[in-house]
């Protein structure tokens, strides 16, 4: 089963919450943390640290893709605006993007993405809505084959038909699923070679922060 939680950041505007739930991530987080030149990009990283800590637990190897697993156990970290989101699965890796959704963005869609992609941007009554769900499903993509985001993102179509997405792949032969969760204000995809995705979307805001702030 792939399954996916997503934090909300806002309660770590706090400073006394924020500096309280500091100690409680390993000191490779917390050095990589307190490095960040925003209190944005360490709360993102602070709220990746509580998702793993509590979901995945201690990281003791790399996959064959080269990214961090625990034992048996595939995951992903994503992050953008508020919210961080993890992804993990069983022994299939899996990729996770989120992002927030902005105007303008339409133009720079040949940069990155096939004519057919651009096509389907072009025809969509919500062009910019449409940019940022191709563009997520793209790197939950090539996070879950392990390829560096922002890379080989030509190589590969994604192609979304009456809310059906199917991938044409050029790069390996390996077949891929996806699910898409609804998030006010972003788009959110998983990738994965496991079909079997969580329904639903399993908020776990309140959870981290109660559990952290009563130890």
């Known amino acids: 089963m792939v399954e996916t939680f997503i934090l909300n ?6 400073r006394e919450l924020f500096e309280q739930l500091l100690e409680q991530v390993d000191n490779t987080r917390k050095e990589k943390i307190l490095k960040l030149r925003t209190f944005t ?3 993102q990283s602070l709220g990746a640290g509580l998702l793993i800590k509590k979901y995945v637990g201690d990281i003791h190897s790399l996959n064959k893709n080269g990214k961090p697993k625990n034992n048996d156990t595939e995951f992903n970290i994503s992050h953008s605006g508020k919210y961080v989101v993890l992804t993990k699965g069983g022994t299939e890796p899996v990729g996770v993007d989120i992002e927030l959704m902005q105007r ?9 993405f096939t004519l057919d992609e651009c096509v389907q941007i072009d025809r969509s009554y919500d062009p910019d809505k449409t940019f940022t769900q191709i563009w997520t499903l793209k790197e939950a993509f090539l996070k879950c084959i392990g390829s560096g985001v922002g890379k080989d993102l030509k190589r590969f179509t994604i192609h979304i038909d009456d809310e059906k997405i199917r991938i044409d792949n050029r790069i390996n032969r390996n077949f ?12 959110l995809s998983v990738c994965s070679e496991d079909n079997r995705f969580s329904e639903t979307l399993e908020d776990v805001t309140d959870e981290i922060f109660k559990l952290e702030e009563t130890k």
């Open 176 to 187: 891929y699923y996806f699910k898409e969760y609804d998030v006010s204000g972003y788009k």
């Open 41 to 43: 990009k360490q709360k």
């Open 9 to 14: 950041t806002d309660p770590l505007d706090s």
């Open 104 to 112: 303008g963005n339409k133009h720079i869609a040949p940069r990155f």
